[in-house]
Structures are given as structure tokens and as C-alpha cells.
């Protein structure tokens, strides 16, 4: 699931690998918007909330989300530059050791919030979970291609409305489709049902979430990055 990369992958490893990691940034993104009222895994909506509070001249407000697209963008480009420096040195591991990573800054996290921290510290909080997203949908992107976005939301419902239509074509367009249209539905509705699931995790739970769902990322990738160094 963590270790081929591009057309090596078949689409049974992109589904698991969209649905676990789907479920996981669901529960963070609605955690996210319980603790501090921002998503972040949605960065179309903290873009056009940066520009409405902006408008509106609430400067200090609009900067705070535009800082979540930053924190996003910084994590992606960190796990790119990580997975170029290890495919460059054919560790196939690159991938599974980024997960691994986004699960340990979790755990990190999440022990902090636990011991140390309160609410007020709500700000870095939804600043290093738009970090961790950012870093898990280039690690998801980069290792399939692009097919699989766990975060992508809005790309993905669009992706399932040119699916549907293309549902009434013709057989070939129907075939060509239908693979897409499995990938992107399980991802959404992954999504979803991770944002219940995280919300009332996160009521039971409290910032204990934050190691659960680090402990279920490191399920799926540490077995993945032991299975890479035997290959």
C-alpha cells in the first residue's frame, strides 16, 4: 500500500490506501473546526475566508487562515522534498517513513495538548494539523500519481459529477469511468464518516484523538516500512 509507486499500484491498493487515510483527515479536519472553528483540510474554504475577513477588515482574523494555507503548503512541500531525497537513494521505504513521521507529530501533539497545553493554544494547534494534512495529501499524491487525494474534497466531488455523466455514455466511457468513480466516492464518503467518527471520538475522547489516530497511522505504515527493507 506505502511502497509502489504510480502504475506498479493496482486500483485495490489505491482504494485502501484512499480509505484509511480519508477516514483519519476526516477526524482531523472536524476536530479541527470543533476546537478552533477552522478546517484544516480545507484550504478553498480558509482561502475564502482570508479574503471575506479581509474584506471586511478584520486583518488579524484573515491572516490566521491564510496561515493555514501556509502550514498546508509548507507540509506538502516538506514531504515532497523528503520522498525526491529517498526515491534519489531508492528507499523504498520514503513513504511509509512520511507517514510514519505525520503519526509520530501527532502522538507529539497530542500528548502535548494532553500534559501541557489548554485551549488557548487553539491557534498552533490548527496550524500543525493543516501542517500534518498537508504533508499526508503530497505523500498520497506523489505515490499514486495523483489519482489518490485524501483531503481533495472539492476535486473529488467534481471528479464523481463527471463520473456519473459519463455513466450514460457509451461502453468504453462507461469502463473508463467506473474505476475513477469507485476511487473518488470511497474517498468522500471515507471522508465523511471520519469527520462523524472524529467528532464524537473527540467528545468521548477529548485530545486523546490525536494519539488514537496517530496509533492507527502507525498500524498501517511501520508494517509497510519493515515490508519495504525485505524487498
Known sequence: MLIKVGDDRTSNIDLVLAGLLSLVAGALNAVGFLIAGSFTANMTGNISAFADNLANGAVVVSLSFMGLVAAFVCGAGIAALAIQ?????????????????????????????????????????????????????????????ARVRTTHVSGMATDIGIGLAALVGDAKSRQDALPKLKLHSLTLASFA??????????????????????????????PEAFRAHRL
Not at 199 to 219: C, K
Open 85 to 145: 531525497a529517498g526515491e534519489k537513494r531508492n528507499l523504498r521505504s520514503i513513504y511509509a517513513l512520511a507517514i510514519s513521521a505525520e503519526a509520530v507529530m501527532l502522538m507529539l501533539l497530542g500528548m502535548a495538548l494532553i500534559s501541557l497545553l489548554s485551549h488557548s493554544h487553539e491557534t498552533l494547534l490548527v496550524i500543525a494539523l493543516s501542517f500534518v494534512m498537508g504533508l499526508q495529501n503530497a505523500v498520497t499524491t506523489m505515490i499514486s500519481r
Open 193 to 222: 464518516i471520519g469527520g462523524v467518527c472524529g467528532a464524537l471520538l473527540f467528545h468521548l475522547a477529548g485530545n486523546w484523538l490525536f494519539v488514537i489516530s496517530a496509533s492507527v497511522l502507525l498500524l498501517i505504515a511501520v
